[in-house]
C-alpha cells in the first residue's frame, strides 16, 4: 500500500472511532470487568476469558454505536447540536458506516466462539450472542415509539456485566451480577435522561418520544435523581450479596454517592451547559472507581 493509501486509511478509521465515540467504552466495560472479576474469585483466571470479553464489549458497542449514527442520520442532520455529525456533515459515507457496522456485529458474534474453545467448553456466549445482539441494535429505533427509550438504553449496558459472568461462569450464581447489573440500567437510564434534556424541545417538535420531551426539563431531572438514588441502593445490596465484598468496598461508595449528588448539583433546569461535564466526565470517574474500587477489596481479602 502507498503512503497516500496508508493515509487515507488511518484519517478513515479516526473517523469510525469518533463517529462510535470509541473511548466511551469507559462506560459499560468497566462494569463487565468487575463482574469477571468477582467471577474469578470462584473460578480458575483463564486469559482466553479475559480477551473474549474484552473483543464482545469493544465490538458491541461499536456495532450499536454505528447502527444509531446510522438510523438517526436525518434526525440528526435537522437537530443543531447533532448536525456536525460524520454522516449528516458527509465526512463519512453511508456505505463506510453499514460495513463498519456489519464488521462489528460479525466480530461480536465471532468473538464469543472464544469461550466455546476453552477447556472446559461455555457455550452459553455463543447461545446468545444473537438475541443480544438484536436487543442492544434496537436501543436506535425505540425513540420513534417509545419515551421508554433511556431505559432500553439501561438494558443494553445492564448485559455488560450479566454477560460478563456468564461468560466465565455459566448461568449460576445470579444475584450478585444482576444487582450490578440493576445498578447499571439506573445509572445510565439516569444519566440518559439526563442528557436528553438537552434536546426536549427538538425531540417535541420533532415527534420523537423521550421522558424530557414528555414530561419537561424539571420532572426529568428529579427522574434521573431518583434512578441514581436507586442504583447506590443496588450496589449497596450488591455488598452484602458478594461474599468477596467488605469494609473496603462499602466505605468505598461513600465517594461514589458524592459523585452521583455532584453530577446532579451541576445541572439545573435553568442551566443546562454543564450536562457534558456531568455526562462525560462524571459518570466516567464513577465507573473506573467502581472498577478499582471492587479490584482494591479483592486484593485486601
Not at 468477596?244 to 458524592?258: K, Q
Request: proline share 6%.
Amino acid at each position: 500500500m502507498s503512503l497516500f493509501g496508508s493515509l487515507v486509511m488511518l484519517r478513515r478509521t479516526r473517523l469510525l472511532l469518533e463517529l462510535v465515540r470509541f473511548s466511551h467504552t469507559v462506560f459499560a466495560l468497566p462494569f463487565a470487568l468487575l463482574s469477571a472479576a468477582l467471577a474469578w474469585r470462584d473460578e480458575p483466571f483463564r486469559w482466553e476469558d479475559l480477551v473474549g470479553i474484552l473483543l464482545c464489549m469493544v465490538f458491541a458497542r461499536t456495532a450499536a454505536m454505528a447502527f444509531n449514527r446510522l438510523t438517526d442520520r436525518h434526525i440528526d442532520a435537522l437537530n443543531p447540536r447533532t448536525a456536525g455529525r460524520h454522516l449528516p456533515a458527509g465526512t463519512l459515507s453511508v456505505t463506510t458506516v453499514v460495513a463498519f457496522t456489519l464488521f462489528a456485529a460479525a466480530g461480536f458474534v465471532a468473538s464469543t466462539w472464544l469461550f466455546d474453545l476453552r477447556t472446559p467448553p461455555n457455550p452459553w456466549p455463543l447461545y446468545l450472542s444473537g438475541p443480544v445482539l438484536l436487543y442492544v441494535l434496537g436501543y436506535s429505533l425505540t425513540k420513534r415509539f417509545t419515551s421508554l427509550a433511556h431505559f432500553w438504553l439501561g438494558g443494553a449496558l445492564m448485559l455488560a456485566p450479566v454477560a460478563a459472568w456468564i461468560a466465565v461462569k455459566g448461568p449460576t450464581e445470579m444475584l450478585p451480577p444482576v444487582l450490578l447489573g440493576g445498578a447499571v440500567f439506573f445509572w445510565v437510564s439516569g444519566f440518559d435522561i439526563l442528557y436528553a434534556c438537552q434536546d426536549a424541545e427538538f425531540d417535541a417538535k420533532a415527534g420523537l418520544h423521550s421522558v424530557p420531551a414528555r414530561f419537561g426539563v424539571p420532572t426529568s431531572l428529579r427522574l434521573a435523581a431518583a434512578c441514581h438514588a436507586v442504583m447506590f441502593v443496588l450496589l449497596v445490596g450488591l455488598g452484602f450479596a458478594s461474599p468477596h465484598l467488605g469494609s473496603v468496598y462499602f466505605a468505598g461508595l461513600c465517594p461514589i454517592g458524592a459523585l452521583l449528588v455532584y453530577e446532579h448539583r451541576i445541572v439545573r433546569p435553568d442551566d443546562l451547559s454543564r450536562v457534558n461535564r456531568a455526562f462525560f466526565q462524571v459518570n466516567g470517574v464513577i465507573s473506573l472507581g467502581l472498577l478499582v474500587l471492587v479490584l482494591v477489596q479483592l486484593a485486601v481479602k
